[in-house]
């Protein structure tokens, strides 16, 4: 396909949050609100299109991992958490913050590795491999929040594993293809890092939905 | 699947996202900054499983509708969109936000119709329809963002088009699913709408990532 040139450019296809285009230039900043988890500004933008700037509202977030759990017999482990911006529970992949902003790929893979073992209760078999499948943008309409997703497999349960208590996650187990491809049917899995990188997954042939 | 007591009912598979459990409540809450595209507030909330409240930063946002157009040759049609929070312009599904909390079913679809025409000037065939694929929150952890997912099937061209200059769009053309599962490996694809809207056509079987 043609490339535009305002796409940045992907270093081995993955990792590529913090590879920004040079023609975007932000002009000015008015910070309205921060706490450890979200910083709300509206920034003064060129981009490299217009001649004059776009003033927009931006939520920056950290970015995040999210681990596609899969078992030595082909299932996927999924969490179900309690989300309380929408007041529901889902069942989601595991995922987590990376709180490094400056963190390299085997520090990624190992924030990947610790949210597994945290959320899920499982870690990587002793032959298991964390495999990287690019990244994403939760809602670049108004987040700058990217995730990196992850293959995992195989997985094995942490021997006594027992669940922290600060966590909201409810439950937690393995399904077959086959039942995670029922639960998007049916409307039963709406998370977005979960959605997303069951469409990497698929389209790189390791699930077939 | 053993179901939770605390998932939402699903309303004949769609329209779910102002569904909410009665058993989560929110005690008080704190508002830091609010315009037209954000609304950000810290809320005290009483979850269906925990005896003392907890404490939560939420980034309220109006729901949107995400297209997924295709051709009567079965081509995906994409925008390619400048996106200032992430200072790219990446490939995408036409998109928009409903304005109206209150929207029902019909002004949802309307609302789908109208940004197919506006964001990449196709509408329905004569015989084209537009079918719901449930909806999904973007990133659940930290906002309630619901994206309603729909199929339009088939598209075509609106006559002597021309794209509103406010746009931030930049090319718009029919992808093959060829073409599209590549984009998707390749790590091209990296928007969550689309990412999303692709694993449930494909769960759905419409279309083979």
């Known amino acids: 396909m043609p490339r535009q040139g305002n796409i940045a450019c992907i270093i081995g296809g993955h990792y590529t949050c913090r590879v920004k285009e040079s023609r975007w230039k932000t002009i000015s900043t008015e910070h309205h609100f921060a706490n450890a988890h979200v910083d709300v500004a509206t920034d003064h933008v060129q981009t490299p299109t217009r001649s004059q700037p776009r003033t927009w509202t931006i939520v920056h977030r950290k970015a995040a ?4 759990p899969m ?3 082909g299932k996927i482990v999924l969490i179900h958490q309690e989300r309380i911006p929408i007041h529901e529970a889902i069942w989601e ?3 987590g913050q990376i709180d490094n902003r400056d963190a390299d790929q085997e520090e990624i893979k190992q924030v990947a590795l610790r949210e597994l073992r945290e959320e899920a209760g499982y870690e990587l078999a002793r032959d298991g491999e964390l495999i990287p499948l690019g990244q994403y943008f939760s809602s670049p309409g108004f987040t700058d929040e990217c995730g990196y ?3 995992a497999r195989p997985v094995v349960r942490v021997p006594d594993y027992v669940r922290n208590e600060s966590e909201s996650i409810l439950d937690c187990r393995p399904f077959t293809i086959s039942e995670i491809r029922r639960l998007i049917t049916e409307n039963e899995i709406r998370d977005g890092n979960t959605l997303g990188v069951c469409a990497r997954l698929a389209a790189h042939g390791l699930i077939s939905l």
Chains 1, 2 share one sequence.
């Open 93 to 95: 992949m595991p995922a």
């Open 149 to 151: 997703f992850f293959l």
């Open 71 to 73: 078992t030595q017999d």
């Open 65 to 68: 991992v999210v681990i596609a």
